[in-house]
Each structure stands twice: as C-alpha cells, then as structure tokens.
C-alpha cells in the first residue's frame, strides 16, 4: 500500500543553520505530496504541497520538490529561525475511487538553538 | 466558524467506559475527516465524510470505533469499551471538497484522550 517514511528526529539545529528533512514514498499512480507542521500548542496546518512530477512548493522560506524519480519531497529551508521549532510531517494524498484521504510519515521534530 | 471546534478537548475515562468526542467542521465544508495520533506514531487516517455518508471508513481499527455525521456538519467519533491502547490524541479536519490536490485540508486542535 501507499507509505511514507520520513527521517527520524529529534533534529537540533543552531539559528541560520541549513535544514532539510528527508521524506519518501510508496505510491501507486500520481499521488499529491504534502508538508504539514504542527507549532508547539497548535493544531496541525499545511506548510506547503505539490500536485505534479517535477513541481515545487514553497511557504515561508520552506521548499520541496516532487522527484518521481527518486520519490522523494525533501523540505528545506536555507536559514532556520528559533519560530521553526515544530513537529514536521510528509504526508501524500491516497485517491481512492471517490475519495481522497491523506497518509502521514511519523513526524521529524525540528527544534533551533538561538 | 472560525476554524474546526473540537471538543472536548480532553477526556480522561476509565477502560470499559463509551466515550463521544466531537468535531464542529468549518462552515460550508463538505468534507470531514478523523484522525489518530498515538505516542510516537504518526497520523492514522480512520474515517472520510462527504456530507453525511462515509465513503472511506477503512482505518477504523475495530468494531468498538464508530462515527456519523448529521446535518451535513457536526460529526461524533464513538469508541465504546475503551481500551488502554485507544489513548491519543483524536484529530479532526475539514476541507471545501474531497479532492486534497486541490483543497485544504483544516485541522482542529484534537481532543486528547486518556483511558485509565
């Protein structure tokens, strides 16, 4: 079945550090890649997404991109802040008939010394 | 309303106990989701609503799990004779229509659910 697996954390960067958080995935047909991140005491919300082969996403200074042909959606950030500290999850969308529903990775926890 | 309500946002029980947990999706959102996030693990998809049927219960992990939804809005997640494994945190989320490449998915804050 669909999966996604994503590199184990906790991660610990210093403030200005580069990040990536590496993510790949299991998908039969053309699925839509996620990033989702999940703040200290707030609820989960989309970071950034890609629908297409190729296709990049960005928010916030983050970026992905689909790789097909690697099936990766590594996210990246060139300078991290103290306010990046959060729960990132990979997640892609698993179509299915009529619906359309999400799997997740487990999460990298992302904290950033000042 | 502003963004997906649930409540409460977090329930003690005992094992053996029913519980109701309960998921107010932003107004107009056709499309209502429930999630489980488990210590350690990652999001766990359960069940799918478009309007009030669910197309896609495939990842409830028994019979005890149930959920409707009525009035196109409001959903109740049921699990009755809970377990100890059933602690988590239940999330809740929404989105305009069921297509994700599309539409956004909203997530509530989660309810919090401890078994005793």
């Known amino acids: 079945g669909n999966s996604v697996t994503q590199m184990e954390g906790p991660v610990t960067l210093s403030e200005e550090a580069f990040l990536t958080i590496n993510c790949t995935y299991t998908?039969?047909?053309?699925?839509?890649l996620f990033w989702y991140v999940q703040y200290p005491g707030e609820g989960l919300q989309l970071l950034l997404k890609?629908?297409?082969?190729?296709d990049k996403g960005s928010n916030k200074g983050f970026e992905a991109t689909y790789r097909k042909e690697t099936t990766s959606f590594h996210l990246e950030k060139g300078s991290v802040q103290v306010s990046d500290s959060a729960v990132y999850f990979c997640?892609?969308?698993?179509?299915?008939?009529?619906?359309?529903?999400?799997?997740f990775g487990s999460g990298t926890r992302l904290s950033i010394r000042p | 309303g502003a963004g997906v309500s649930q409540s409460p946002s977090n329930k003690v029980t005992e094992k053996g106990k029913d519980v109701e947990l309960r998921c107010d999706p932003i107004?107009?959102?056709?499309?209502l989701y429930w999630y489980r996030q488990s210590l350690g693990q990652g999001l766990e998809f359960l069940i799918y609503?478009?309007?009030?049927?669910?197309?896609?219960k495939s990842g409830l992990p028994s019979d005890r799990f149930s959920a409707e939804r009525t009035g196109g809005s409001v959903s109740t997640l049921t699990i009755q004779r809970t377990q100890q494994e059933d602690s988590a945190v239940y999330l809740c989320?929404?989105?305009?229509?069921?297509?994700?490449?599309?539409?956004?998915?909203?997530f509530g804050a989660g309810t919090r659910l401890s078994v005793l």
């Open positions: 107004s107009g959102h056709t499309a």
């Open positions: 890609a629908t297409k082969a190729d």
């Open positions: 997640a892609l969308s698993d179509r299915a008939s009529s619906a359309s529903k999400i799997i």
């Open positions: 989320a929404s989105s305009l229509g069921h297509d994700l490449a599309k539409n956004i998915q909203y």
């Open positions: 609503f478009q309007g009030n049927s669910a197309p896609d």
């Open positions: 998908a039969t047909g053309y699925p839509s």
